[in-house]
């Protein structure tokens, strides 16, 4: 990890947690290192996963960190603010693949500033889309023969 890079912990319901981590590598694959994953089994005391986490957030090394969790109330969360409290480190609760993906992209701002970003990134990459909309960044191109297992990626 770069000196100036914040790290990320992701913990969140398993299998969660991995999942979001295999797909931001699989859009980011230099990211491995900023990131740090924690599934929390369905019967794993607090205490247990608090413990976890905190060997997980030392393991790091990271002077800076952004704790990314799935639901507000529920373990994972509860865990998270307890892990935070007097560390400096921040917390957004509600993780969702935008926002890490916004998380990794500006992991080399201040700790506040990528906190705001992968907040916007999760917003913003909540919409309602209707059936006739056509996808986003594709460019419509009518089909050739020689183009027909081209995929725009």
Known sequence: MTPTSNHILLIAHAPLAQALYECALHVFADSH?????LDVPPHESPEVTLNHARGLLAQSGAART?????VFGATPSNVA???????GARLVVGVNLPMLLRAICYRNETLDGQMARALAGGQQGMMQVGAGSAPQNQNARKEHAQDRDHHQQ
């Open 33 to 37: 290192e900023h990131v740090s994953v």
């Open 66 to 70: 952004l704790v990314l969790v799935d």
């Open 81 to 87: 603010q307890r892990l935070v409290e007097g560390s």
